[in-house]
């Protein structure tokens, strides 16, 4: 449904993350994980087409519909909050407000008569007439109390602007949904209730971010890890990705202390043999001493903490 090809971003200056391939399916549930700084949100942005890729491409069918998470509460202030969700399906509220135009005028001819019936229809095509309905039970849903629904945005404090652009998001449930931090300035009943409909109302694409370790282990399908300039695909919640990629860790960390003791070993042999009869084989030995520290300076990039299982390991190279 949405297909990842070699990408890669750097961002003032820095590398995010590069040679990514995903192919992203209708039903999963992504939560992109990775420490701060790593590119989580500009990934989501590169997903929505707000940035564009240093490198490859993200492949979307024209036919699916993809919506997204926006921080633009300012530009719907004077706006009444029903009407800010309903906005969320675009070819819906053009229609209903060219609709509201034609009828304002004194005269219709015969052109605007027909084109008012095209409207309708396009109105009706998209429930348009329990709308008005729908957008209320979303509001109400994420705490946003009915005698609101019809003032304008502007009566709202941020918190629960956000709320609003959050239901107008998931009205019109789109193919794919893109949302970063969700639960923020929600309370535990909306949280749970926007738990629920995403994971079993939303049957699409859903790539989300959030530092609810709850909220993700129980909605998450899958989780995309960035990490060292990769990003990983793991099947399961949040905890299976710990287990999984502790176990990951611990075998890195072993091939690492196997590299260390053959390098040690291998420039005892070199200083011992050196000066003597041996100069092709120390030569062979130099060369693949050199292989040898390039993979450890790759994996440790010189100085690597290591977490395993709450323990740490330090390995200096």
């Given at each position: ?9 750097i961002?003032d ?9 995903l ?14 700084g790593?590119g989580?949100?500009t990934?989501?942005?590169l ?7 240093s490198?490859?491409?993200v492949?979307?069918p024209k ?23 309903i906005?969320?399906k675009?070819?819906l ?31 009706a ?5 329990i ?20 003032q304008?945005l502007?009566?709202?404090?941020g ?30 009943n ?8 995403l ?10 971010i ?40 611990e ?30 084989q120390i ?9 040898l ?11 690597v ?13």
């Amino acid at each position: 449904m949405l297909t990842i090809n070699s990408l890669a971003m750097i961002y003032d200056s820095k590398l995010l993350f590069t040679d990514v391939n995903l192919n992203l399916n209708k039903g999963n549930k992504y939560s992109v994980v990775g420490a701060n700084g790593t590119g989580k949100t500009t990934f989501l942005k590169l997903l929505t087409g707000e940035e564009e890729p240093s490198h490859g491409e993200v492949i979307i069918p024209k036919k699916l519909g993809v919506g997204w998470l926006k921080q633009d509460q300012f530009r719907y202030e004077n706006t009444p909050i029903i009407n800010v969700v309903i906005a969320g399906k675009k070819n819906l509220w053009q229609a209903i407000c060219e609709k509201e135009e034609l009828l304002a005028r004194e005269i219709l001819d015969d052109v605007s008569g027909s084109k008012l019936g095209e409207l309708e229809q396009i109105i009706a095509d998209n429930d348009g007439y329990i709308a008005e309905y729908i957008a209320g039970e979303l509001l109400t849903s994420l705490g946003i109390k009915e005698e609101f629904h019809y003032q304008n945005l502007s009566v709202l404090s941020g918190g629960y602007k956000l709320r609003v652009l959050l239901a107008q998001s998931l009205f019109d449930n789109p193919d794919i949904l893109l949302l970063d931090e969700p639960t923020n300035h929600l309370d535990i009943n909306s949280i749970c209730w926007l738990e629920n409909y995403l994971k079993y109302s939303f049957k699409g694409v859903l790539v989300f971010i959030s530092h609810d370790i709850t909220f993700v282990n129980n909605l998450a399908t899958h989780i995309l890890d960035i990490d060292y300039g990769e990003i990983r695909e793991y099947v399961g919640n949040y905890n299976k990705f710990i287990e999984q990629k502790q176990a990951i860790t611990e075998q890195k960390l072993h091939e690492l202390c196997y590299m260390e003791r053959k390098v040690t070993k291998m420039k005892k042999f070199m200083e011992k043999f050196r000066a003597g009869t041996r100069a092709k084989q120390i030569k062979s030995r130099e060369k693949l001493l050199e292989k040898l520290n390039y993979l450890i300076s790759r994996n440790l990039l010189g100085l690597v903490l290591i977490l395993i299982l709450g323990k740490k390991y330090l390995l200096v190279k």
